[in-house]
C-alpha cells in the first residue's frame, strides 16, 4: 500500500544545522513608545497625574498658596486704601479664578483616583465631595460680600462730590464736600501746585475712613500746614483735623464725633473700621484728650454727633486756637472772652457787650469777677438756673459799674443816664407791671416776653451813654454831703407822698417810688441834683 507523498508548506522552519528545531514562538516585536501625556493642567484636568501628586501637589499645596494669596492681598487693601470700587473688581476676578481653580482641582483629583486602582482613593472621593459641599456652603456669603462690595462703592462714589481749590481770599486750600475717593490725594495735589500756601480749611460732614486718616498722615508729614474749620467737620473730617500741628476752629463753627461705621456689612469690613476707630482713639489720646472725652466722642451712632463746646475742645487739646472774626485767641483768653464774645453774636444783645467792653477796658476787676462769677455759673448742671444765675451776674456787674462810675463820669452823663434809667422803669410798668418793675430793680428774675428785647435795649443803652467817654483818671470834685443831704430831703418827701396801702404789693411800691425818687432828683435845682443823683447810684437804690 502506498501512501501520498506527504508535502510540507513551503515556508516550514528548516531544522537548524545540528538537527535541532528552532523555538516556534513568533519573533518578538519590537518595544511600543508611550502614549504622549498631555501638557500639566491638561494632565491634572484628565486624571493622567498619579494620584498621590494630583491631591498633594495640586490639591492641599495649592491651596495653601492660594490661602497665602489672600492674605497678601488683604494686607495690600489694608495698607493700600483702594477704592471700593478697585476691591470689587479685584474680588470678583480673583472670585472667579478661584472658583476656575477650585472646579480643576476637584476634577482632577476625583479622576486621577478613579483611574489609580489605590486603596486611597475612597477616602480622596470622601474628601473632595466634603470640599465640593463646603465650596458650595461658602457661594451664598461670598455672593453676598460681592453685593455687600457693589453698595458700597456705590456709596462711596456718591461720597466722592466735593471740591478742592482755593479759598476766596486766596491764601488757603479750601477742601468742601464729602470725604470720598482721592481726597486726600486731591488736597496733597492742590498742596504741591501752590507751595506758597500753607492753610488749608475743612467743610465736610464726613465720609471715607481711609480718606480720612490718609488726610490726617499728609498733615502730620507737613507741620507747616495750619488746618481750620470755619463751618463744620464731622466723623472722618475730625480724624484729619487732628492731624494738622496747627489747629483753628471759627468760634460759629462744630466739630462733630460719632462711631465710625462700615460701608460694607461683612466681618472683615466690620473688623477692619474697629481697628480705624480704635487707631483714632489711640491719636486723641495721643494728643492729651481724657478718657472722658474719647468715651462721648465715640458713643453717638448713625447721624447723631458729639459737639463739644470750646472749652472742652481746648481742655482736650483738640485745638490750638480759636477764630473770633479776624484774630485767633488761646484757650486763656477765650476763657475770659467767651462771655462777652456771646453777647455779639445776636444784635438784640450787642449793645449790651459794648457797654461790657467799656467795663472790661474801665474797670477790669468788675469785668474778671464777672467772668469769674460765670466760669463757676458754667458748671451748674441745670439749664434754666444757669440762664437765671448769668442774668444775676450781669445786674450785680452793671450796677457795680454804675456805682464805680460816679466817682469819674461827667455831669451830663450822668443826668442821661438817669433819665434813660427812668424811662425804662416806666416802660416796664406800663408794658408789664409795676411789680414787674419792682422785681427788676430788686435783682430777680423778670419773665419780659415781647418786651424783653426793648428793655434789654434800653437798658444796654443807658450804660453805653453812661461809660462813653469816662475817663478813670479823672479828677471830679463831688460834695457827698450836699448830696446825701438832697437825697435825704426827696426820699422823705417820696415816702410821704407814695406810702404803702394795707395789703399792697410791696414790689410794685418799689417801682412806683424809684420813679417819682428819680423825677424829684432830676427836678432839684444846680450842684443839688448832680450831687443826689452820684450819691443815689453810688450807694445802691
Known amino acids: 500500500m502506498t501512501y501520498p507523498e506527504i508535502r510540507h508548506p513551503s515556508n516550514r522552519t528548516p531544522p537548524t544545522w545540528d538537527g535541532t528545531l528552532p523555538d516556534a514562538s513568533p519573533p518578538p516585536m519590537p518595544p511600543?513608545?508611550?502614549?504622549?501625556?498631555?501638557?500639566?493642567?491638561?494632565?491634572?484636568?484628565?486624571?493622567?497625574?498619579?494620584?498621590?501628586?494630583?491631591?498633594?501637589?495640586?490639591?492641599?499645596?495649592?491651596?495653601?498658596?492660594?490661602?497665602?494669596?489672600?492674605?497678601?492681598?488683604?494686607?495690600?487693601?489694608?495698607?493700600?486704601?483702594?477704592?471700593?470700587?478697585?476691591?470689587?473688581?479685584?474680588?470678583?476676578?480673583?472670585?472667579?479664578?478661584?472658583?476656575?481653580?477650585?472646579?480643576?482641582?476637584?476634577?482632577?483629583?476625583?479622576?486621577?483616583?478613579?483611574?489609580?486602582?489605590?486603596?486611597?482613593?475612597?477616602?480622596?472621593?470622601i474628601l473632595m465631595v466634603l470640599a465640593i459641599l463646603a465650596a458650595l456652603g461658602r457661594l451664598p456669603t461670598q455672593w453676598h460680600n460681592l453685593q455687600g462690595l457693589a453698595q458700597g462703592a456705590a456709596e462711596q462714589r456718591r461720597l466722592s462730590h466735593y471740591k478742592i481749590g482755593l479759598d476766596p481770599s486766596g491764601d488757603a486750600i479750601l477742601a468742601q464736600g464729602t470725604i470720598g475717593v482721592d481726597y486726600a490725594k486731591g488736597i496733597a495735589e492742590a498742596f504741591t501746585a501752590h507751595r506758597d500756601i500753607h492753610r488749608l480749611v475743612l467743610d465736610s460732614l464726613g465720609g471715607d475712613v481711609d480718606n480720612g486718616m490718609q488726610l490726617h498722615d499728609f498733615l502730620v508729614a507737613h507741620p507747616d500746614i495750619s488746618v481750620e474749620v470755619d463751618h463744620f467737620c464731622a466723623s472722618a473730617c475730625t480724624l484729619a483735623f487732628i492731624g494738622g500741628t496747627e489747629r483753628l476752629v471759627s468760634v460759629n463753627a462744630t466739630l462733630g464725633f460719632h462711631q465710625m461705621h462700615s460701608m460694607i456689612d461683612t466681618r472683615f469690613s466690620a473688623d477692619y473700621t474697629e481697628s480705624k476707630q480704635e487707631a483714632f482713639k489711640s491719636l486723641l489720646a495721643k494728643r492729651g484728650a481724657s478718657e472722658d472725652f474719647i468715651g462721648l466722642a465715640f458713643a453717638k451712632q448713625g447721624n447723631d454727633i458729639y459737639a463739644p463746646n470750646a472749652d472742652s475742645l481746648f481742655a482736650n487739646h483738640i485745638i490750638t486756637g480759636l477764630r473770633l472774626d479776624d484774630r485767633v485767641v488761646s484757650a486763656g483768653q477765650w476763657r475770659t472772652e467767651q462771655f462777652l464774645y456771646a453777647y455779639y453774636r445776636n444784635a438784640n444783645t450787642k449793645r449790651m457787650g459794648d457797654a461790657l467792653t467799656l467795663i472790661r477796658t474801665q474797670m477790669p476787676q468788675i469785668y474778671d469777677a464777672w467772668v469769674q462769677r460765670?466760669?463757676?455759673?458754667?458748671?451748674?448742671?441745670?439749664?434754666?438756673?444757669?440762664?437765671?444765675?448769668?442774668?444775676?451776674?450781669?445786674?450785680?456787674?452793671?450796677?457795680?459799674?454804675?456805682?464805680?462810675?460816679?466817682?469819674?463820669?461827667?455831669?451830663?452823663?450822668?443826668?442821661?443816664?438817669?433819665?434813660?434809667?427812668?424811662?425804662?422803669?416806666?416802660?416796664?410798668s406800663k408794658r408789664l407791671s409795676a411789680n414787674a418793675c419792682g422785681r427788676y430793680l430788686s435783682g430777680l428774675p423778670v419773665d419780659a416776653g415781647k418786651?424783653?428785647?426793648?428793655?434789654?435795649?434800653?437798658?444796654?443803652?443807658?450804660?453805653v451813654d453812661l461809660l462813653t467817654d469816662n475817663d478813670r483818671a479823672r479828677s471830679m470834685t463831688i460834695d457827698w454831703s450836699l448830696g446825701a443831704r438832697e437825697l435825704a430831703q426827696v426820699r422823705r418827701n417820696v415816702g410821704q407822698s407814695v406810702s404803702m396801702q394795707p395789703g399792697g404789693d410791696i414790689y410794685a411800691l418799689t417801682c412806683q417810688r424809684q420813679i417819682a425818687l428819680l423825677d424829684g432828683l432830676l427836678g432839684l435845682p444846680g450842684a443839688g441834683s448832680d450831687m443826689a443823683l452820684r450819691t443815689l447810684f453810688t450807694q445802691g437804690q
Open 32 to 125: 511600543r513608545a508611550p502614549a504622549p501625556r498631555s501638557g500639566y493642567i491638561a494632565a491634572h484636568w484628565r486624571g493622567e497625574l498619579s494620584l498621590a501628586e494630583s491631591y498633594w501637589l495640586n490639591g492641599v499645596l495649592l491651596g495653601v498658596a492660594m490661602v497665602i494669596l489672600e492674605s497678601a492681598l488683604l494686607a495690600w487693601m489694608k495698607n493700600s486704601h483702594p477704592s471700593l470700587t478697585s476691591v470689587l473688581v479685584i474680588a470678583a476676578i480673583y472670585g472667579a479664578a478661584r472658583l476656575i481653580m477650585s472646579v480643576w482641582q476637584v476634577v482632577g483629583i476625583l479622576r486621577s483616583a478613579a483611574l489609580s486602582g489605590s486603596r486611597w482613593a475612597v477616602v480622596v472621593n
Open 374 to 428: 460765670n466760669l463757676h455759673i458754667q458748671q451748674e448742671p441745670g439749664r434754666q438756673q444757669r440762664l437765671t444765675d448769668y442774668n444775676t451776674a450781669l445786674w450785680h456787674t452793671l450796677h457795680a459799674a454804675r456805682n464805680a462810675a460816679m466817682h469819674t463820669v461827667t455831669s451830663d452823663h450822668v443826668r442821661g443816664f438817669t433819665m434813660g434809667w427812668r424811662d425804662m422803669l416806666l416802660h416796664m
Open 451 to 463: 418786651e424783653n428785647d426793648a428793655i434789654y435795649r434800653a437798658n444796654s443803652e443807658s450804660y
